[in-house]
């Protein structure tokens, strides 16, 4: 295998901005609002039992969306709260669950109270689909300027990471791990994304590293949720997707260039024109 010289810099690891994606522009093929909207749960068994029932009290609304067009009126917060048989405190605790998930929207005054959100942009990430408060053309051309920027930063990484910034990498991989454990996407994506920031932050390039993190911060300012966007259990995605970033940490620690620019190609997620056959 080739390998770059062992250039490492023996300085304490950068503070980190979080930010950043594995994002393709895809729009969504979901049209029902439950289906590409759908609530998770998660599974931490320690959480009080008032957040316990705020959540179920979310999922009985998520269920009406489901059967609903979006914008449609699902009824008051009062009449909403009665079918869920929680206090108001728990209930608006579920309603800022419902809003956070992209799901449900409030309007008020006559004719007022609890609708089925507008369906929102989409981009893809994989198997999993992020549901954005913006329009899909943003954050889908800062994912390809990004995906394009990935290679020239793993390249600085292999010639300027310090065994403290190997180490920190290994701490946000460690966070992707047990994000696979809990079956939690959104904790993952999320981890993912301070992955990124690090080897960004790694980089003696200031105006790339920069730009970067920059479109990184675009891409997760909009982002409202992960969702399913296939059969596919998204636990099965995020888990290849852990591993991938855990082999690409230990090329990186190996100064192995060629494993590691190997990797970054697999881990390129933007969809690629394909080419007419006469130019295969």
């Not at 950068?14 to 049209?31: E, F, I, K, M, V």
């Not at 609002?33 to 959540?55: H, I, L, M, Y």
């Not at 990471?161 to 996407?185: F, N, Q, R, Y």
């Not at 290849?240 to 192995?256: G, K, Q, S």
């Amino acid at each position: 295998m080739t390998t770059t010289p062992d250039k490492a810099r023996e300085t304490p690891q950068r503070t980190l901005a979080q930010s950043g994606s594995d994002l393709h522009s895809y729009p969504s093929p979901q049209t029902g609002a439950a289906s590409s909207r759908a609530t998770r749960k998660s599974g931490n068994a320690s959480r009080a039992p008032s957040a316990g029932r705020a959540e179920g009290a979310a999922e009985h609304v998520a269920a009406l969306v489901s059967e609903v067009e979006p914008g449609a009126r699902l009824g008051t917060k009062e009449e909403l709260r009665s079918q869920c048989g929680v206090s108001v405190g728990t209930f608006n605790e579920a309603l800022r669950l419902l809003q956070s998930r992209g799901l449900v929207t409030v309007k008020p005054g006559p004719g007022g109270g609890l609708f089925s959100a507008e369906q929102s942009p989409m981009v893809r990430l994989g198997n999993s689909v992020l549901a954005l408060d913006a329009q899909q053309s943003d954050v889908a051309n800062a994912v390809r300027i990004r995906d394009a920027l990935d290679p020239l930063l793993i390249e600085d990484a292999l010639w300027h990471a310090s065994p403290a910034d190997i180490s920190g990498l290994k701490d946000h991989i460690a966070a992707m791990e047990a994000a696979v454990g809990t079956a939690d996407p959104v904790a993952f994506v999320h981890a993912n994304w301070r992955l990124h920031a690090a080897i960004a932050a790694i980089s003696p390039n200031a105006l790339l590293s920069s730009l970067y993190s920059n479109l990184l911060d675009l891409i997760e300012a909009h982002t409202l949720t992960v969702l399913p966007a296939s059969e596919e259990p998204l636990e099965h995605y995020i888990a290849h997707r852990h591993e991938l970033h855990r082999d690409l940490v230990d090329a990186l620690e190996r100064r192995d260039r060629d494993a590691a620019l190997h990797l970054i190609r697999e881990h390129n997620t933007s969809l690629q024109p394909e080419e007419p056959a006469a130019e295969r």
